[in-house]
């Protein structure tokens, strides 16, 4: 059997989409279990907006999620180039080739004449005008030369195209109902459809996967296959992720509700990129009841067979604790390696070997949902002085409060055994001389010690920080 040649083509327009990588994930799963080839294939026609730096953020985008292509841009292969733009005598080749036998057209109908023969209808009917075939039966006789033509797919008047989808199953749709649809614009630049066509016939794809937006297109792609004399792939299409309140993720309304959309977003703020990998895997896929997976289990557990057909909306909470639970599985030296480069982002400068970082690191690994949220709960421990939350000043630092974390800062200074054991059992043994209870001190001291009513617990705390700061710390907010 042949092994699957599977393709993620991204448009250079901007960023790489979240739901643009989910199809590439889809894609490179397949191709890694089953052996086969994942391609990157740029599609740069959009001339208007594509950009070389927009082509690298995505190629940036990918190889940060670790999503490694096996032929495309900067990989090269025996199918390239990979860009579209490189490839127009490929498309006009194919293209002139449909018109000599009849099964497209050169149409020079213009723009105006289009839009006249539009307005002539109701005003209702006008977004479900179609053309109207101005151009199909004409000859070479009919050419006009020197003027601007495009050239028009001759679709099937009769008959029903149909495929069946590996995840929506066996859609059909009536010919009769698709347009002799533009295939090559006058500048000699390919539309969608028709440069997607030849690029997956010339580049021996076998599976296209991609989002069920682009169902409506399929039928066509099927029509071009068969006319180009390819071989049709299978398709899968995969439902949508929407936003919180099932709109289509644009990045204006998904920004509106708190939702990042690039994909570098999720870089700069954090993510590590399986957390993120995992989170997107299950829109639209399912394995059981299991809802964390390592890459390898993503890789070993993938089929076409558990993708639902229901749109999916992007559930913020549950995006954070995946993330969360995919850092509490790094070893606590590469969480310590991964979050530094956040503390900067938190105010804090600190040598990458300082003693400090790696303890201070594991304090708040299993209390964050991404790294830049685990710098900011760990830059107190180097900063030189802290600034007091007011109102947890006015709410715990009272006269009574005050003259405990003075006590408490005497018994720290007196400490011969400075471990977090060691501080621990200090600690009890002063609150039973005194008959007091941890939350008796448990509070004024975390805000005098962090600045802050919430942190990792005490102990850790005061052992992290050492003897010399956490005591002067504690006589700074008791006013000592």
């Known amino acids: 059997m042949t092994k699957p040649r599977v393709r993620f083509a991204p448009s250079p327009t901007g960023y790489l989409h979240i739901g643009g990588a989910r199809t590439a994930l889809f894609n490179w799963l397949w191709a890694r279990k089953t052996g086969g080839t994942f391609v990157l294939r740029i599609e740069d026609t959009d001339q208007e907006r594509s950009t070389e730096a927009s082509t690298k953020v995505i190629i940036d985008s990918m190889r940060w999620l670790g999503l490694d292509w096996d032929e495309g841009p900067e990989v090269g292969g025996p199918y390239g180039p990979y860009f579209q733009m490189q490839r127009l005598a490929l498309y006009a080749e194919h293209a002139n080739r449909l018109v000599s036998e009849g099964k497209a057209y050169r149409c020079y109908a213009t723009r105006e004449e289009i839009d006249a023969l ?22 070479e006789a009919d050419w006009i030369p020197g003027a601007p033509y495009v050239i028009r797919f001759k679709t099937p008047l009769t008959g029903t195209t149909e495929f069946v989808d590996k995840v929506f199953g066996s859609i059909k749709t009536q010919n009769s109902v698709i347009d002799d649809f533009v295939i090559m614009r006058s500048d000699g630049v390919p539309l969608y459809n028709f440069g997607a066509v030849v690029d997956d ?8 996967a991609r989002g069920s937006d682009h169902i409506i297109n399929t039928p066509k792609q099927i029509l071009l296959y068969q006319a180009v004399g390819g071989a049709v792939p299978e398709f899968a299409h995969l439902p949508m992720m929407l936003t919180p309140d099932g709109k289509k993720m644009s990045k204006r309304l998904a920004e509106q509700q708190g939702i990042d959309v690039p994909v570098e977003r999720y870089r700069e703020k954090g993510w590590v990129a399986d957390g993120l990998l995992n989170y997107i895997a299950r829109f639209g896929w399912s394995s059981g009841d299991q809802e964390i997976f390592t ?66 690191a594991r304090t708040v690994k299993t209390r964050s949902a991404r790294l830049i949220d685990a ?44 471990t977090e054991a060691g501080i621990g059992a200090a600690i009890e043994a002063w609150l039973a001389e005194r008959g007091f209870d941890i ?28 003897r010399d700061v956490a005591v002067r710390r504690l006589r700074s907010a008791a006013g000592a």
Not at 201 to 208: A, E, G, P, Q, R
Not at 327 to 355: H, I, N, Q
């Open 375 to 418: 710098a900011e709960a760990m830059a107190f421990y180097f900063q030189d002085a802290i600034t007091l939350d007011p109102a947890a000043v006015e709410k715990f630092l009272t006269d009574e409060a005050r003259a405990n974390l003075r006590a408490l800062a005497d018994v720290l200074d007196a400490l011969p055994d400075f």
């Open 118 to 139: 539009r307005q002539k209808l109701p005003e209702k009917k006008r977004d479900g005008f179609v053309y109207p075939h101005l151009w199909r039966d004409k000859t």
């Open 295 to 360: 890459r390898d289990e993503l890789i070993e557990k993938f089929d076409w067979a558990h993708c639902g057909t229901n749109d999916g909306r992007y559930d913020k909470k549950k995006s954070l604790w995946v993330s969360g639970e995919h850092l509490k599985r790094l070893t606590d030296e590469d969480f310590a390696a991964k979050v530094y480069p956040f503390l900067a982002g938190a105010g804090v400068t600190v040598a990458a070997d300082d003693p400090r970082l790696l303890p201070a």
């Open 439 to 466: 939350k008796t001190v448990a509070q004024p001291a975390r805000v005098a010690l962090t600045g802050r009513t919430a942190s990792p617990g005490l102990y850790e705390v005061i052992a992290v920080l050492g």
């Open 201 to 208: 016939v010339t580049m021996d794809i076998t599976l296209v």
